[in-house]
């Protein structure tokens, strides 16, 4: 198709200066510039096309262009490539001395400060597996620690099914490298992480309680947010020696701490949360919050799918015959309001 166009351009532009007037001649070398420009622009597409056919192609040296962004810690660079389709983000260079990938090769030791620029956009990518291991044998939270990448280690830490307990071969575990560099306080992060991991999460102590559960009835808010990271946290687990009680009932309890609010929102953004579980005597996490008289914890109760606003307690009591009860009129008000 393009050969056909450069050559009826070119019978069109040698025909110029025949016999035929100066206005039709001027018509004719017009409308073969617009034809020119047609085909450059059909051209430029047809390489644009070609250049983009396959992101993940190597260099000499084995690199995508990914992994040499990636290396030179070029944010915008890697924020490009990231964009385009077909891009493989886990793809190791294979004619690399270790094969690592380009999360590997952002982990480098003596990164520059904007490194973490380029870890926390190739860790928002589709599929990116941060498990996976280099020739040397270490995923990318064993790189971060043994380079002293505490910002890295952190993210790392919070990222979904991140091996901590098994990162790979080295001479060192992630703590001792982190407390060789003197990050004592990021290494007691690791190791709560892998001691809680080694012990059965969900396991009661004498008075029933699971960790969770501990963590919500005395509002710490951190020790939630870190316990809900856990794989096979239960966050419904009910204490079968205190009325078969959850995480988030203890949370808003009558007693209820300053911070109680901020524990409610993780318990209900944790995958699997029931908030109609109820206890032995029939109450759901509603009828807590409407005793106490909480009414920020009511109002974001009656917000969550699938909240009963008239699950019948105990005695057949309804949150609001709770609120009333316990003289917390406004909260009955707006139970009632929501209650048809």
């Not at 012990?199 to 020790?223: C, H, M, P, W, Y």
């Not at 709770?322 to 917390?328: E, H, I, L």
Request: glycine share 8%; hydrophobic share 40%.
């Amino acid at each position: 198709m393009m050969k056909q166009t450069v050559f009826a351009l070119l019978i069109l532009l040698l025909g110029i200066g025949s016999s035929e007037s100066a206005e039709i001649q001027s018509l004719d070398l017009f409308a073969g510039f617009l034809t020119l420009a047609a085909f450059l622009q059909e051209f430029a597409g047809s390489l644009m096309t070609i250049g983009a056919a396959d992101p993940n192609v190597t260099d000499e040296e084995g690199f995508t262009s990914l992994q040499r962004a990636a290396k030179n810690f070029d944010v915008e660079k890697v924020r490009e490539l990231l964009q385009t389709p077909g891009i493989d983000v886990n793809l190791a260079n294979l004619k690399g001395e270790h094969q690592e990938t380009a999360l590997h090769y952002a982990l480098y030791e003596r990164a520059p400060p904007r490194y973490i620029e380029v870890v926390n956009l190739l860790l928002e990518a589709p599929g990116i597996d941060v498990n996976k291991q280099s020739g040397r044998g270490g995923n990318a939270f064993l790189y971060a620690a043994a380079h002293g990448h505490v910002e890295a280690v952190k993210k790392l830490l919070d990222f979904p099914g991140m091996d901590v307990k098994n990162p790979g071969n080295a001479p060192r575990t992630p703590e001792e490298y982190l407390r060789r560099e003197g990050h004592d306080e990021v290494a007691d992060l690791v190791k709560n992480r892998i001691d809680n991991e080694t012990l059965d999460i969900n396991a009661a102590d004498e008075s029933g309680f699971t960790k969770l559960q501990r963590a919500a009835f005395n509002a710490d808010v951190e020790k939630v947010r870190e316990l809900l990271q856990i794989p096979g946290i239960d966050v419904n687990l009910p204490n079968r020696k205190h009325e078969d009680q959850t995480a988030l009932h203890y949370a808003l309890e009558e007693r209820v701490q300053p911070r109680y609010i901020e524990v409610v929102k993780l318990l209900l953004e944790a995958p699997g949360i029931d908030v109609n579980k109820e206890t032995e005597h029939g109450n759901n996490a509603l009828h807590f919050a409407a005793v106490g008289g909480h009414m920020e914890g009511v109002k974001i109760l009656l917000d969550f799918p699938g909240m009963d606003v008239n699950a019948r307690g105990y005695k057949g009591r309804t949150p609001e015959a709770y609120a009333r009860w316990a003289r917390k009129h406004e909260v009955a008000d707006l139970l009632r309001s929501r209650s048809g």
